[in-house]
Nanobody
Framework: QVQLVESGGGLVQAGGSLRLSCAAS????????MGWFRQAPGKEREFVAA????????NYADSVKGRFTISRDNAKNTVYLQMNSLKPDDTAVYYC?????????????????WGQGTQVTVSS
């Protein structure tokens, strides 16, 4: 069992930056693939970024490529999402997710554990 706790959300102006963190419990964090998803009001949950268990490979949605960076520190059981050049369309609740088999796919069904989410609001 893995518990995930996100932090770092908040209100920021367009063009600004935020860094989200996701702290994981459990001794097997380093074997999990990790992902970030987001869900805006009235919309389905969508993929943002993912990182393989080793951190050597990442995957991004086209809408955030070049602006967001996912990284992980296995010694700290933490995954990060650095978000730059934020836009109002990035406003959503951001969720961290863990995949037991170390994958880093874009489908929510590939992930086994989810955090409670953190709100990101970008004002214009």
């Amino acid at each position: 069992q893995v518990q995930l706790v996100e932090s770092g959300g908040g209100l920021v102006q367009a063009g600004g930056s935020l860094r989200l963190s996701c702290a994981a419990s459990g001794r097997t964090f380093s074997s999990y693939g990790m992902g970030w998803f987001r869900q805006a009001p009235g919309k389905e949950r969508e993929f943002v970024a993912a990182i393989i268990w080793s951190g050597s490979t990442t995957n991004y949605a086209d809408s955030v490529k070049g602006r967001f960076t996912i990284s992980r520190d296995n010694a700290k059981n933490t995954v990060y999402l650095q978000m730059n050049s934020l836009k109002p369309d990035d406003t959503a609740v951001y969720y961290c997710a863990a995949a037991r088999f170390g994958t880093f796919g874009a489908l929510p069904t590939e992930y086994d554990y989810w955090g409670q989410g953190t709100q990101v609001t970008v004002s214009s």
